[in-house]
């Protein structure tokens, strides 16, 4: 079992990562200066089946659990769900001394954290992720819902108690969520980290690599960027903008799909590979994106957009980026493995180089 401790101006906290972790639950909630009366366990119709008696039965009998359980799938991140679950809070009594958990992956992390964030005010909650993706999503306190007309646009910054980060339940996980997270792993390494990025190319040959000493590693070695970027950036403000990578297309991707078409890491990645083609022509030096389509070939991450999906379309979905400012795309470009940085991107070349996605 190991650590890592995420600091920031709003709250310090405890990542634990390895086999088993989910059983501090008892340990943590007996850390709180009140225990809590009533529990809410946040999770979806495939982790419910997998995983939800056991959390429920960890927890100590004086205290009230109930659960909520969403499809499985990005379109639950919505405002209708979002309500639902307010609204079954009310119905059983949660007050402001109560305790969400999040069980599952990140959409799960997301909409139950937002509504921790807003539940009479903001209660606490404690993130259980069980995909490899939310070792990303469930660090960090960005908790959100979907719009139609953008992901992730209504929501807020707001840290858990504690992250419990159990391995084992990455084990249950099909190849797609699989590669979906390991998006988010490479991600990590090309912006914060070059020695780990030369790992992963002579470690992980394809994803049937990650055994679980590799897993392991991947999974420490992400948390821990994304612990040093938060702890210096908690609300994006400026560094925090970097984890970004690959999202301003892979985003798009997502909502011009339909939300649940395209997995996110999927998207991600080939708004990485994207990324670094543009920034390529940018800084002369830079030779790295044939390196990643041989890597991404290895992996089954696409390296082409799906055919009846326009660039100005696409472009349009870029525009309503979090990161754009009075219509203008700002994207996440390299500077070299490890070093990147936010830079304003004309319409015109973001759509030369759509075009030579198809």
């Known amino acids: 079992m190991s ?9 310090e906290y405890s990542v634990h990562i390895g086999p088993g972790a989910s059983e501090m639950l008892p340990e943590v909630l007996k850390t709180f200066n009140k225990a809590p009366k009533t529990i809410l366990i946040i999770t979806d119709d ?27 799938g990005e379109g639950s991140k919505s405002f209708q769900n979002y309500y639902e679950i307010q609204s079954f809070a009310l119905e059983k009594g949660l007050d402001r001394n109560s305790v969400v958990i999040a ?26 992720p069980t995909t490899l993706l939310a070792h990303d999503s469930a660090v960090g306190g960005k908790v959100a819902i979907n719009h139609p007309l953008g992901k992730n646009m209504i929501g807020s910054f707001y840290q858990p108690e ?52 590799r897993l392991m590693y991947c999974i420490e070695k992400g948390i821990q960027t994304k612990a040093e970027v938060v702890s210096s950036d908690e609300t994006e403000q400026g560094l925090r903008a970097i984890l970004n990578y690959g999202h301003t297309l892979g985003h798009a991707l997502e909502a011009a799909y339909g939300y649940g078409e395209i997995s996110h890491g999927d998207g991600v990645a080939l708004g990485m590979l994207f990324a670094t083609e543009l920034s390529e022509e940018l800084v002369p030096s830079l030779d790295l994106s044939q390196e990643l389509r041989t890597l991404w070939k290895k992996c089954g991450f696409p390296s082409k957009i799906k055919p009846g999906i326009h660039p100005e379309d696409i472009l349009n979905w870029m525009k309503k980026d979090k990161k754009s400012k009075s219509g203008h795309i ?13 830079e304003s991107v004309p319409d015109d070349v973001i759509i030369k180089k759509l075009e030579s996605f198809y």
């Open 162 to 213: 504690a992250v419990l980060y159990d391995t084992r339940f990455i084990s249950t996980l099909p190849e797609g969520e699989l590669r979906s997270g390991f998006a988010e792993v490479v991600k990590h390494a090309l912006i914060w980290d070059k020695g780990f990025y030369e790992w992963i190319k002579e470690n992980i040959p394809s994803l049937e690599a990650l055994d679980e000493e």
């Open 103 to 128: 069980l599952g992956g990140g959409v799960v992390g997301d909409i139950a954290g937002f509504v921790a964030s807003t539940f009479m005010r903001g209660i606490k909650f404690i993130q259980i």
């Open 330 to 342: 700002h994207m996440v470009l390299m500077q070299e493995v490890g070093k990147v940085q936010l």
């Open 46 to 72: 495939v982790v419910a089946k997998l995983y939800l008696d056991k959390i429920e039965a960890a927890i100590d009998q004086s205290c009230t659990v109930h659960h909520f359980i969403l499809p499985n």
């Open 3 to 11: 650590e890592v401790k995420v600091k920031t101006d709003s709250k």
